[in-house]
Nanobody
Framework: QVQLVESGGGLVQPGGSLRLSCAAS????????MGWYRQAPGKQRETVAT???????NYADSVKGRFTISRDNARNTVYLQMNSLKPGDTAVYYC?????????????????WGQGTQVTVSS
């Protein structure tokens, strides 16, 4: 079992920034991939970004150039720096984990996920 705890969501004005964090604990494998996906009311789930333990990254076109995913392997923590936020980015953001590289491709399934953190972009 792997436990994931997200933090850092909140309310921000359009054009603003937020940084999400996700700390993983439990039975973490030596090779793994983590990612962020979001779910907005009435919309399909969308993977935002993924990152392998070797720090290969993958981004959805909708966030390229605005969001940056990174990770601290010593702390088993993944981050999502979100800049130039738009109202369309409003959603619940979830952190996901899988062993190996199975969830590196966008919109793949995860083995474990967190409880989510709300991001609201509004003036």
């Amino acid at each position: 079992q792997v436990q994931l705890v997200e933090s850092g969501g909140g309310l921000v004005q359009p054009g603003g920034s937020l940084r999400l964090s996700c700390a993983a604990s439990g039975s973490i494998t030596s090779i793994n991939t983590m990612g962020w996906y979001r779910q907005a009311p009435g919309k399909q789930r969308e993977t935002v970004a993924t990152i392998t333990k070797s720090r290969m990254t993958n981004y959805a076109d909708s966030v390229k150039g605005r969001f940056t995913i990174s990770r601290d392997n010593a702390r088993n923590t993944v981050y999502l720096q979100m800049n130039s936020l738009k109202p369309g980015d409003t959603a619940v953001y979830y952190c996901g984990y899988c062993s190996g590289y199975g969830c590196y491709a966008l919109n793949s399934d995860y083995d474990y996920w967190g409880q989510g953190t709300q991001v609201t972009v509004s003036s």
